[in-house]
C-alpha cells in the first residue's frame, strides 16, 4: 500500500523524535512536528493506520508508538533529509584525517576509531584487497652473516617485515643477489606463481648458496598475501554501544559485541554494490540473526591499485541516519584521497 503524504510526514515526525529521544513517540509529539495543521485525534488515528501496516509498533498498551525496521527503511529510502555537514562537522572529520602512517594495516585500525568518535557509535573496519594483490617490492637488509630483515612492500602498500636467522652464512654480495633475484622473479605476480620453478630459475641465474634465504623471503610473501586475501577486520569503539538504552540489558548487549567480535560474520555484511556509496541494512536486512535489532552502515574506500576497503557502523535502529551516512561518507573520501596521494608520492 502506498502511504499518503500526511502518513509519511507523521512517520517521518515519530523517527525523529525516537532518534533523539528514545522514548515512545505520542500523537501530541506529532502534532508539533508537522509541517501542516492537524488534530491530535486524527493523527492518532493515521499512527494506528501505521501499525497496522507495519511501519510503527506499540510497546505498551498506554504508550506511544515506536518505529519498526520497515518504518526505519521507509525512513531512509523516501523520507530522511539529507544531512548538511555543518562548519564543526567538517573540522572533525578534517581532524580525524589529519594522520600519516606508514603501514597500511595500522591506518586503517586508527580510520576505525575515528569513525567511531565521528559518529559515537562502533565501528568495522577492513582492510582493501585488490583484485590482484601481489608484492611490489622486497628489501633484504644484512644485520650480520646469518641474520637478515625482510621487508617487503604490496601492491597497496602494506608493509611487512620479519628476522630471518639462516644457517649458512652469506656474503654482502650474496644477500644483493638475493635481493635482486627476489625482485626480478617475485614481484607483481599473483600468489600461485610463487612456486619451485621460479625458485629453480633465480638459482640458475645468482647461485644455489642462496636458496635458504629465497625460500625463507617467499614463505614469508605467501604468509603475508594469505593474510591480506583474507582481510583484516578491525572493531572500534564498542564501548559506544553502551550508552544507548537499548543494550543497558547486559546479556543483550554481550550477545551482540560477541557477534561483532567474530570476524566470518563481520565480512559476510552486506556491501554497497557498485554505483552505491553506502549501503544501510536495517534489522534483518544484514542476514544475521544476531543482528536483528541494529543498523548497520557501510561505504567503501579506495587504497588505489584497484584495492576497496570498508568502514562501517554498527548501532541502533533509532541512529540518527542522515548524520551518521553524511559523516561517514566525507570520512571515506578523505581518507580514500589520503591513500591515493600516498601512492602517488610512493
Known sequence: ?????????????????????????????????????????????EMAELENLGYLEQPHTSAGRVPSNLGYRMYVDELME??????????????????????????IFEAGKMVSELTHHA??????????ESIRRFEVIPVDKTTVVLILVTTTDQIRNRICRLNVPLSGLEISAANRALNAYF????????????????????????????????????????RILNREVYLSGATQLLQYPEYRDVDRAR?????????????????????????????EETGVQALDDVSVVVTSYEAGHGARGLLGVVGPTRMDYA?????????????????????RNG
Open 323 to 343: 548524520r551518521v551516512c553524511a559523516r561517514l561518507q566525507k570520512f571515506s573520501e578523505g581518507l580514500s584521497q589520503i591513500l591515493n596521494e600516498q601512492q
Open 255 to 283: 550477545a551482540l559485541l560477541d557477534c561483532l567480535s567474530d570476524r566470518e560474520t563481520v565480512v559476510r555484511l552486506p556491501e554497497p554494490e557498485p554505483g552505491e556509496t553506502i549501503r544501510v541494512s536495517i534489522g
Open 1 to 45: 500500500m502506498k502511504l499518503s503524504d500526511r502518513k509519511k510526514q507523521i512517520l517521518k515526525a515519530v523517527v525523529d523524535d525516537y532518534i533523539q529521544t528514545a522514548e515512545p513517540v505520542g500523537s501530541r509529539t506529532v502534532v508539533v512536528r508537522m509541517e501542516t495543521p492537524v488534530s491530535s485525534a486524527t493523527v492518532r488515528n
Open 82 to 107: 539529507r544531512y548538511h555537514l555543518t562548519g564543526a562537522d567538517l573540522a572533525e572529520v578534517q581532524k580525524a584525517l589529519k594522520f600519516r602512517m606508514r603501514e597500511l594495516d595500522r591506518l
Open 123 to 132: 565501528a568495522i573496519a577492513l582492510t582493501p584487497v585488490a583484485d590482484t
Open 187 to 226: 614481484t607483481n605476480i599473483p600468489l600461485h606463481d610463487m612456486n619451485g620453478d621460479r625458485i629453480a630459475r633465480a638459482e640458475s641465474e645468482t647461485g644455489a648458496e642462496i636458496t635458504e634465504l629465497l625460500v625463507a623471503a617467499i614463505d614469508f610473501a605467501a604468509d603475508v598475501l594469505r
